[in-house]
């Protein structure tokens, strides 16, 4: 089954306490990205690769960082988390394709979320 | 800046009428247009695209209409069904750029009751 999992779904944490949040995804996707939810402010881009090795800054880097040394795999990493990284987490995937069309609709594939409080 | 913009923060339908929600952007070099659809709990997933060589897209009960000159594209559903109800995201990307990226509008929640 074509997929992007994260883990953990769900984590309480205090400042400072360096965490991960692993994204694996299996469907041999190029791109991957981070976002996250928050209300009344949608999906935020936080980081972006095109592919392995190749990371980029979205909207909202500052705090986080990310790795792609391979393909399937693309943790969000924060070193000193803090209160207002509170929030929900999701890790996306996408062929990265630019062909317009056929072939590639642009479609992300999302995880289910990580719940990320911080203490 | 807010590239993309979707207005209206919630929607109330009845079961059977239809939905329409809408969204406008200010890049004029976006040449492509999703709509992502988002349960409680759940990651968002994939709903229905349009590129901007065209002015319609449709897809069963949704259809995307874009006016690339207002900059406006909205969501149609016809006929709204309960299991609609969920955080709609309108997202916009220039495909032909150098990133390719989406950017995501803030959302609009619908809720279709029976």
């Known amino acids: 089954e074509a997929q992007v999992t994260q883990n953990p779904r769900y984590l309480i944490t205090v400042t400072g306490k360096k965490l991960t949040v692993t994204c694996s995804q299996n469907?041999?996707?190029?791109?991957m990205s981070w976002y996250r939810q928050d209300p009344g402010l949608g999906l935020r881009q936080i980081y972006y690769s095109m592919n392995v090795e190749v990371t980029d800054k979205g909207d909202v880097p500052e705090g986080y960082k990310v790795s792609r040394k391979e393909k399937r795999n693309f943790p969000l990493i924060l070193e000193s988390p803090s209160p207002n990284q509170t929030s929900l987490y999701f890790c996306?995937?996408?062929?990265?394709?630019?062909?317009?069309?056929?072939?590639?609709?642009?479609?992300?594939?999302f995880g289910e979320g990580s719940r990320l409080t911080v203490l | 800046d807010q590239q993309v913009k979707q207005n209206s923060p919630s929607l109330s339908v009845q079961e059977g009428r239809i939905s329409i929600l809408n969204c406008d952007y200010t890049?004029?070099?976006?040449?492509?247009f999703l709509w992502y659809k988002k349960y409680p709990a759940e990651g968002p997933t994939f709903l229905i695209s349009i590129s901007s060589i065209k002015d319609k897209n449709e897809d069963g009960r949704f259809t995307v209409f874009l006016n690339k000159s207002a900059k406006h594209l909205s969501l149609h559903i016809v006929p709204s069904q309960p299991g609609d109800s969920a955080v709609y995201f309108c997202?916009?990307?220039?495909?032909?750029?150098?990133?390719?990226?989406?950017?995501f509008g803030k959302g609009t929640k619908l809720s279709v009751k029976p």
């Open positions: 890049n004029s070099m976006f040449d492509y």
């Open positions: 997202a916009a990307s220039d495909y032909g750029g150098s990133q390719g990226n989406l950017i």
């Open positions: 996306a995937s996408s062929r990265g394709d630019r062909t317009i069309p056929p072939g590639n609709t642009g479609e992300l594939f």
């Open positions: 469907m041999n996707h190029e791109y």
